[in-house]
């Protein structure tokens, strides 16, 4: 850590730090949604922050809680926040080529792998030196942990003090997805993922019990099998 | 459930960067996965918007979620987003 601050003197590192910390304000911003939402939703302040610290990925964390909120079989909420959590697979495969450089001990690795989400994958992948990367990924891993989950933290307090329905905070959930789900609907393809999956959902909610139909609309992932964008 | 999620997902994350390592996915599963986000988040915002439980309902929140797509096609910050649509939610349901 020393030496990162003692090289601050060199730009590229300092713009890949202050990348990272501009992405942690964000992201602590967006914590705070998330926080007031869960705690809206009825989950305890002790629920909502062990959500942001142990499973530390935001989709799945929204998605679990709304499923819950919306009185959903645990299930339900799991199976469907996996699915979610799953992109993060992808992202350690993407990022294990660099793992070495990053993390050089298998503990150190194991320890890595919490941080493997959206933005760190994205900030080190950007980077073009391994050295670069390993700043990118560790800064971005760690800044980002801690504004999550103080944002997290944050917004649990204040929501657990207002009431939901007068503020309109039942819309906090499908809001806060619409902006996760924009950058999807560039591609065709997501596109016709999103609207499948959307009708797939929507079809099955009066006869499957709560929570499920999102699994259900996990099917519309089959319109990549042959697709081409 | 927080255990059994908090469990899978990191051994997800671990997975993909200490087990596998450089293996490559097929291309059909790689496309297959990255379309999960686009499929999954349009069910949950609908579901989110028109139904309570198991009944289609059409309520305040429409008014949110019109102004939340505007606001999020127009790039606004996400607590920008969710802070419109909700007062327009709290409005319409003042009214």
Redesign the interface.
Known sequence: MKRIFASLNEPELRRVVVSSLTLGAAVGVFALSFGVASVSAGASVWQTCALSLFVFTGASQFSAMSVVGAGGSLAAAFGGAVLLAARNFVYGLALSSSANSMAKSLPRRLFAAHFVIDETTALALGQESPRLRKVAFWTTGIGLFTFWNLGTLIGALAGSAIDPQKFGLDIAFPAAFIVMLMPHLRSKLGRQAATLGGALCLISISFLPVGVPILIAAMAVLVGVRGDN | ??????A???L???????V????Q?PK?F???????????????????????????VVD??VA??AV??IA??R?A???V??V????????V?AI
């Open positions: 459930m927080i255990i059994a999620l908090a899978s997902a990191y997800l994350k671990m997975f993909g960067l200490v596998l390592g450089s293996r996915l059909v790689d496309r297959c996965l990255g379309l999960i986000p686009a499929a999954l988040l349009s069910a949950l915002v609908l579901k989110d918007t028109f139904s309570l439980g198991q009944s289609l305040a929140r949110g979620f939340a797509v999020a096609w790039r910050p996400l607590i987003v969710v419109l649509a909700a007062t327009a939610t709290a409005l349901r």
